[in-house]
Structures are given as structure tokens and as C-alpha cells.
């Protein structure tokens, strides 16, 4: 049953099991009833030959909506990677929306969430969701990523730098009661020999589920680049990003923004 339907998301599978239960879908299977039995018309030709091979080697429509059903509780326990994308829709491309992702993973944390982006604009909208989970949930640990950019040809000195980026964040860009922990890498504001950046685009929530993407937490990025990212449910992947950005905090490449400026929680 996996080779057979794992094409299909699990909303999908779980149409198509209930369809067969209910008897609204029968054999000779069609076209035409599939389309009917499911919300998605893309993979109807694919569906009906499984369908009609399974039928062909006796399997019938109570026995393919168990195996359906077996098949779903296993992904449960190990849930599979699902891509999340932004750009034009793909015939046949089944893939959740980036910017329903961030909102969902924002909005479910009640634990922890660590945010690495390289770029955000208009700050109160872009943390609106991320600021009003932080004061619905006391116990919300949050701890934001960020990169603080060094125009080319810039000497201005990196603790005016930061002074600035951290006055810009906590009184115009930062919309919440309650503050996130706020990191950035310090190499950012370094010489050109020495400078790096911080370009990782991830959110991890609670420790469970992480979500990697060429996203950063921008309009654009949400509603017109192409953008591909991939949503893993997977405690061991979580925990592990978590630990890589704790120890950068621990050997000192990623520094509190208000040790430095004075600002912030």
C-alpha cells in the first residue's frame, strides 16, 4: 500500500478510505468517481489505476480502505518530510504553502521556538503572530536568529551598528508585551576577511518539529518568490538544530543583542 499511495498527502488517503467504507466509490473504479470521492482532481488517473489493479488481484473496497487507514497510523508515528512551497501551483505538486508553515508552527508552539531568518521586513507584521502567541502563553520560550547587515563600504563602528539595529527592533519592529531572546553573528560586522553572515532560514517548535526553508520572513518571500522548504516531524532532526545554534551561542559566534547595545529583555 505505501508503493501504491504514498504520492497521495494524508488528507488525500483519508478521503479516498472513506469513499471506499461509505460504498460512494465502487468498482469498476472510474475517472469520473474519483474526481467525485476526492478534493483534489490532479492524481484521478493515477488513482483509478491503482485502484483497478488492486481490484484485479481480488483486494476490495473495505480491504484497500484498511490498508489505507494502516498505512496513515504508521506515518503518524513516523510522519514523512512534506515540502512547503511558494510560486506558481503545479499540477500535481501536492505541497503546503510557506507562508502556512510559519503560521501554523507560530501559533501551535507552547514550549519553545527557535527562529533563524536572514531578512524580515515591516517588523510588526512580520512578528505579528510570533509576538501574540509570546503573550498568550506565559511559558513560551522564544529565541530569534537574526542578522545584522554591514553595508558594503560601511566603517561605521560595529557597537553603533548594533545600537542602532537593536533601538530600530525593540521600539519600532518588535510588537509584543513580552520579549524574544535575540541573537545575531557577530562575523556579519567584522572586515570583508573575516565577515560571514547569518543566512539560515529555520524554525524549530518545541523541540518536535522543524521547518527548513529558503524563506525569510518577508511578504515576498511568502506570496511571490519561488521559495522550497521542507517541514520535518522528527523529535531527533529538532533537537539537533536546537543544540547546533546553542553551542554558536556557547562558543560566542552568535552574541545577545542586549548584552552588547543594552536593549532588549
Known amino acids: 500500500m505505501k508503493i501504491g499511495f504514498d504520492f497521495l498527502p494524508s488528507y488525500l488517503r483519508k478521503q479516498l478510505a472513506q469513499a471506499l467504507r461509505s460504498g460512494s466509490l465502487r468498482p469498476p473504479y472510474s475517472e469520473f468517481a474519483i474526481k467525485a470521492a476526492m478534493s483534489s482532481v490532479e492524481d484521478s488517473g493515477k488513482v483509478t489505476q491503482l485502484l483497478s489493479g488492486l481490484d484485479n488481484t481480488g483486494v476490495g473496497p473495505e480491504g484497500i480502505a484498511f490498508g489505507l487507514q494502516c498505512f496513515d497510523e504508521g506515518a503518524s508515528i513516523n510522519p514523512l518530510p512534506e515540502l512547503a512551497w511558494t510560486g506558481p501551483k503545479v499540477p500535481g505538486l501536492h505541497a503546503r504553502a510557506t507562508r502556512k508553515v510559519y503560521e501554523e508552527l507560530f501559533q501551535t508552539a507552547t514550549e519553545s521556538l527557535w527562529i533563524s531568518t536572514y531578512a524580515f521586513f515591516d517588523g510588526p507584521k512580520a512578528f505579528e503572530l510570533l509576538a501574540s502567541r509570546m503573550d498568550q502563553v506565559a511559558n513560551l520560550q522564544v529565541n530569534l536568529i537574526l542578522n545584522i547587515q554591514r553595508k558594503w563600504g560601511d566603517t561605521t563602528s560595529s557597537n553603533v551598528l548594533i545600537s542602532r539595529?537593536?533601538?530600530?527592533?525593540?521600539?519600532?519592529?518588535?510588537?509584543?508585551?513580552?520579549?524574544?531572546?535575540?541573537?545575531f553573528d557577530k562575523r556579519s560586522l567584522g572586515n570583508e576577511a573575516l565577515k560571514g553572515v547569518l543566512h539560515a532560514k529555520a524554525v524549530v517548535r518545541d523541540e518536535q518539529e522543524c521547518f527548513i526553508t529558503s524563506a525569510n520572513l518577508t511578504e515576498a518571500a511568502f506570496d511571490k518568490n519561488i521559495e522550497a522548504g521542507v517541514v520535518l516531524r522528527n523529535p531527533s532532526i529538532a533537537k539537533s538544530l536546537i543544540r547546533y545554534f546553542q553551542r554558536l551561542i556557547e562558543e560566542e559566534w552568535l552574541v545577545p543583542l542586549h548584552s552588547i547595545s543594552g536593549e532588549g529583555s
Open 165 to 183: 539595529f537593536a533601538k530600530q527592533f525593540w521600539e519600532k519592529d518588535w510588537p509584543g508585551s513580552r520579549q524574544p531572546r535575540v541573537f
